[in-house]
C-alpha cells in the first residue's frame, strides 16, 4: 500500500500543479492590456459626445412639441393651448425661433456625429502615427465641447 501511496502523490501532485499554473496563465491572459492613456481618453470622449447627442435630440423632441401646440394654438386661434406668458401676436415669433434652435441643435447633433465617427476611425487603425492624429483631434473635440455644445 505505501508503493500506491507513493505514487499517487507522485503523479497528482505534479498534475495538481499542472492544473494551478495552466489555470493562473489563462486568467492572465484574458485580462486586458493596458491601454494607452489616449485610447482611454477617445473611449471617455466617446462617451461625453454620446451623451450630449443624446441631451440634444431630448431637447430637440421638446421644442417640437413646443412648436406644434404653438402652431396648433394659432390655428385655432385659441389661447388657452399655451403659456400665459405669450401673446397671440407673438406665436408666429416663437414658433420661429424654436425652428431656429431646433435647426442649429440638428447641425450641431451631425458635427458632433461626425467627430464621434471620426475618432472611431482613428481608433482602429494600429499605428503609432493614428495616435498622434488621435490626440490632436481629441483636443479639438475638447474645445468644441466646452464652448459650442454646451
Known sequence: M??????????????FLVVIFLSIYFIQKKRKKAKSPILERADDTIVIVT??????????????????????????????????????????????????????????MKDLRDYKTEIEDIMKKKEENSLEELEKLLDAVKEKLQYRFI
Do not use: F
Open 2 to 15: 505505501s508503493v500506491a501511496l507513493y505514487v499517487g502523490i507522485g503523479v497528482g501532485v505534479p498534475v
Open 51 to 108: 451623451q450630449r447627442i443624446h441631451t440634444m435630440n431630448q431637447r430637440i423632441k421638446k421644442l417640437d412639441v413646443g412648436v406644434t401646440k404653438l402652431v396648433i394654438a394659432k390655428e385655432k386661434n385659441d389661447p388657452s393651448l399655451i403659456d400665459e406668458t405669450i401673446n397671440m401676436e407673438n406665436i408666429q415669433i416663437k414658433i420661429d425661433q424654436n425652428r431656429k434652435e431646433i435647426e442649429e441643435l440638428i447641425a450641431d
